[in-house]
């Protein structure tokens, strides 16, 4: 393995606007209130970017292609504006990006901005859209919910765990993403739920019913990374490193080869393994501090702990439903709410989490703020289970 | 010896019950209270006269199929394309490659044994036998008697020289523009006179001296027949006739109006296929069609009917059904009410020809790959080897998936995804050979679906495009039930 990215590239500022349903805003302005909330703390003027990475992924319902919309929402000077989409990981993407280029040194400064406007469809969920000319003849007639749902069939047959009580374990984890996402002011759902709310509630895609799928919102968030020697010359004191970034994409085995049994992520596991080697970490469970995970469905959360190394297989339901991820827990999990509540803004997400992490390890967390976190990991999940792309990514305090 | 080699049928699992029909149209017809019993066989919102007539055809190829078919008819008035030859979507969907003849019969409740005769004459000096389908399903106004006699359904028959199960003895046929009813361009519906004059005029008159003809022809005299096959949605007809022409009574077949409706043009071949199920060897079989005019032919069983293998066939259809009691989701898949599909239902279906022309094996034919180097099958055919010990370029050859045997390995009931009949029922389905997709499943019941439940590949409409009147086919997981 080449020698990674760790410690070569520190976070400068983070900005994340207010999640929700925007109703009043179009998407520049939701990227000029991340983005200026980021330069702030960054300490920086616009024109000492070198260069941009900007992600959205469902554009053809609000902004279109390109890095344009994000150049001319902050009247950019011209730089390299770069425009990455890759399912729900898009916005690490565009962190990636930029951090790739500050380690290359092709930039000193470069800006990670994403955003997804979501509710001008006129109805909820995520919007229905071609899947493309051919996937569009054969594809099941899928939605989200539907497709992740079956990992909670899978799971249950393969663990032989009782069918009620993964749906309780599963309901367990909304309720704590909600506590959670309710001390959080720029969050999209912020009322605490009781766990016969979630198990009551109307059925989405059996057996994920409404509290166990996150919500569908507009926002955006924003990095500006450097090297740690500009960071600290800029007159940075604690800074936060970027300690692995790492990505995993199917390559069709899942949705074409019996080897998968459907029950878990072969990409998490891969990104996570590489992840942690990146970083030095080979006891994820006793050195992650916290994590934000991809929970587009709580079943996604659930199957994902395990992926992550952080449970043992077959076994996250029982540390779901022991607190272990709770914000009192071991390895507090979505304390920012998370998709669940934080909500998602697709190409905004990656970035969302990231924002989160470094808010605690800088101890700026306000009322959700932990107790001296070292390492805190994201994970993004984007696609099906049977085909999908994921990144694992781990921040840390930089000791350099 | 030219005829019958082998037959198939297909009649739609769902059975809507008359007496739901008549309880919601009783207040606007009282005439309908007495036709409230026995049910009416109804295609799912995803069948079609072609889904039908793949189904029909998958059975009658059967346990024995031959590698030498040279032609490929399907006879309807209910086709889905009105300039795109279905019976080639047939042919492709049957993976029967490109090297045949194929046409489409129709404008006629006849041409379903009007294409029959000339499929059986043909055959003698054509390479290959013929595999003959007819399916239909027509649209009728809500609250008619129509609605409530109608059925879908479909046949399809092996025709050759070799094995023959059923003989043909000869033919006759009279054409004559009598108008019981007619469907005129760019009509959905039927347009039918006086029933009293149909039959007086039209029954009485034309099938008779349709008969005497025939008779005429062959070395077989009336009262031989064992079977007489004669389709008509007024009962008491084929007695009648039967007297007339001087053929036992008992020889009469049921025309399945109690269990299924009277399938249009295919109903001659539903009925015929349903006769053969009983039929003995030696047995004379009988096969009326009628419109503007009246086919009759003459078949002679064989000792070969005895061996041919074991089928779904017309009994083993109506065997697999599950009652409809909703006649407002009948109204619904005929297209028959103006429903709010929702926003959702709003994505825009085109179809790029070239794509489809490009992948119609994988598409159509649901053909998928398997590796030369490592024996995997897999769906769909790559570049690559999806095996992730093999990842041999190029190695793939065809390999027909449509009759593996598969099971569910994960699924669910998706309420948040636009489809005619919610929830959406979808699953990762796995091949026996290796191979899966995540395939769309139908027939299914809400709280039917289990993991490692065993399905059967099925044809079916993958979704309408009505903005440019296309529709779009593919593959989708059925339970395998016993019998089916």
């Not at chain 1, 209130?33 to 000492?48: M, P």
């Not at chain 1, 490193?241 to 990505?247: D, G, N, P, Y």
């Not at chain 1, 878990?264 to 050195?287: L, N, V």
């Not at chain 2, 043009?265 to 005019?293: F, K, R, Y």
């Amino acid at each position: 393995m080449a020698n990674g990215i760790k410690d070569k590239v520190a976070i400068l500022g983070m900005g994340c606007s207010k999640f929700g349903e925007r109703w009043d805003s179009e998407a520049d302005d939701l990227m000029v209130e991340a983005v200026e909330e980021c330069l702030t703390d960054a300490g920086i003027e616009r024109n000492q970017i070198d260069a941009a990475w900007f992600s959205t992924a469902i554009e053809e319902v609000h902004v279109g292609k390109s890095g344009v919309p994000l150049s001319v929402a902050l009247r950019l000077p011209y730089i390299p504006v770069t425009r990455v989409e890759n399912y729900c990981a898009s916005g690490t993407e565009a962190f990636r990006g930029a951090v790739y280029a500050v380690a290359s040194g092709a930039a000193d400064i470069a800006l990670a901005v994403g955003v997804e406007k979501l509710k001008d469809t006129g109805y909820g969920g995520l919007p229905q859209r071609n899947r493309g000319v051919l996937q569009s003849m054969y594809w099941a007639n899928a939605s989200a919910p539907g497709s992740f749902a079956q990992l909670a069939t899978a799971y249950s047959t393969k663990h032989g765990v009782d069918a009620a009580d993964l749906k309780r374990a599963m309901a367990q984890i909304s309720v704590k993403s909600h506590d959670n996402g309710a001390k959080n002011p720029k969050a999209h759902l912020r009322k605490p739920i009781d766990i016969d709310t979630v198990l009551n509630a109307p059925m989405i895609a059996e057996p994920l019913g409404l509290f166990d799928c996150c919500g569908v919102s507009d926002g955006s968030a924003a990095a500006i990374v450097t090297t740690p020697e500009i960071a600290r010359s800029l007159g940075k004191k604690d800074l936060v490193s970027v300690k692995a970034l790492q990505l995993a994409v199917s390559n069709g085995t899942e949705a074409s080869h019996n080897s998968w049994d459907g029950s878990y992520f072969m990409t998490t596991r891969k990104a996570s393994e590489r992840a942690y080697k990146e970083a030095g970490i080979d006891k994820p469970r006793e050195q992650i501090s916290m994590f934000e995970c991809h929970d587009c469905f709580s079943v996604t959360e659930l199957v994902t702990m395990e992926d992550l190394y952080l449970s043992k297989e077959g076994e996250a339901w029982k540390d779901v439903l022991d607190g272990f991820y709770n914000a009192d827990g071991q390895i507090p999990c979505q304390i920012d709410g998370g998709l669940k509540c934080f909500g998602h803004p697709i190409g905004a997400s990656g970035l969302r989490m990231l924002y989160e992490m470094y808010l605690q390890i800088l101890g700026r967390a306000g009322e959700r703020q932990l107790d001296n976190p070292v390492h805190g990991m994201t994970h993004n999940l984007g696609g099906f289970p049977h085909q999908n792309v994921s990144s694992v990514s781990i921040v840390g305090r930089y000791d350099g | 010896m030219r005829g019958i080699v082998a037959y198939g049928g297909y009649v739609p699992r769902l059975r809507l019950q008359r007496k739901s029909m008549v309880e919601a149209n009783s207040w606007f017809n009282p005439g309908l209270k007495t036709k409230a019993k026995g049910e009416r066989a109804m295609c799912n919102w995803d069948e079609d006269s072609l889904t039908m007539a793949v189904e029909a055809g998958r059975d009658c190829l059967a346990g024995d199929r031959p590698d030498n078919v040279g032609a490929v008819y399907l006879a309807s008035t209910s086709l889905p394309f009105d300039d795109r030859q279905n019976a080639g979507v047939l042919a492709t969907a049957l993976n029967f490659g490109e090297n045949m003849m194929t046409m489409d019969v129709t404008s006629s409740q006849r041409a379903g044994t009007s294409g029959l005769i000339n499929a059986l004459n043909a055959v003698a000096g054509q390479d290959g036998p013929a595999l003959y389908v007819a399916a239909e399903k027509r649209r009728t106004k809500a609250a008619g008697p129509h609605e409530l006699l109608y059925g879908d359904g479909a046949a399809a028959l092996m025709l050759g020289t070799e094995n023959v199960i059923a003989e043909f003895l000869g033919a006759h046929q009279t054409a004559v523009d009598f108008i019981d009813h007619y469907r005129g361009q760019n009509e959905d519906f039927d347009y039918s006179w006086e029933e009293r004059w149909i039959r007086d005029e039209g029954y009485f008159k034309i099938v008779p001296r349709t008969l005497e003809g025939l008779f005429a022809k062959v070395d077989v005299k009336p009262e031989d027949v064992d079977h007489l096959v004669m389709p008509t949605v007024m009962g008491a007809v084929p007695k009648r006739i039967a007297k007339m022409a001087g053929i036992r009574e008992d020889a009469v077949r049921d025309n399945l109006h109690a269990n299924m409706g009277e399938s249009g043009t295919a109903h001659s071949l539903v009925m015929l296929v349903d006769a053969l199920q009983d039929a003995e060897p030696g047995q004379t079989v009988l096969l009326i069609g009628w419109g503007q005019g009246c086919d009759a032919l003459l078949f002679r069983t064989t000792d070969a009917l005895k061996a041919l293998s074991s089928r779904r066939g017309i009994k083993g259809s109506l065997a697999r059904r599950r009652e409809e009691t909703n006649y407002n989701k009948y109204l619904a898949f005929n297209n028959l009410v103006t429903q709010d599909m929702g926003l959702r239902s709003e994505v825009d279906k085109q179809t790029a020809l070239s794509a489809l022309y490009r992948k119609k094996e994988m598409l159509t034919g649901f053909v998928g790959g398997k590796c030369r180097k490592c024996g995997t099958v897999q769906f769909p055919k790559s570049n690559v080897c999806v095996n992730p010990n093999c990842g041999e370029f190029h190695s793939q050859d065809d390999h027909p998936f449509a009759e593996i045997p598969a099971k569910v390995q994960s699924w669910t009931a998706d309420n948040l995804t636009f489809t005619p009949d919610p929830p959406q029922h979808f699953g990762m389905v796995v091949f026996e050979e290796g191979g899966r997709l995540m395939a769309d499943l139908t027939d299914v019941d809400v709280g039917g679906v289990e993991v490692g439940m065993p399905m059967r590949m099925v044809f079916r409409v993958k979704e309408h495009d009505d903005q440019r009147g296309f529709t779009k086919y593919f593959w989708k997981a059925a339970p395998d039930q016993a019998g089916a």
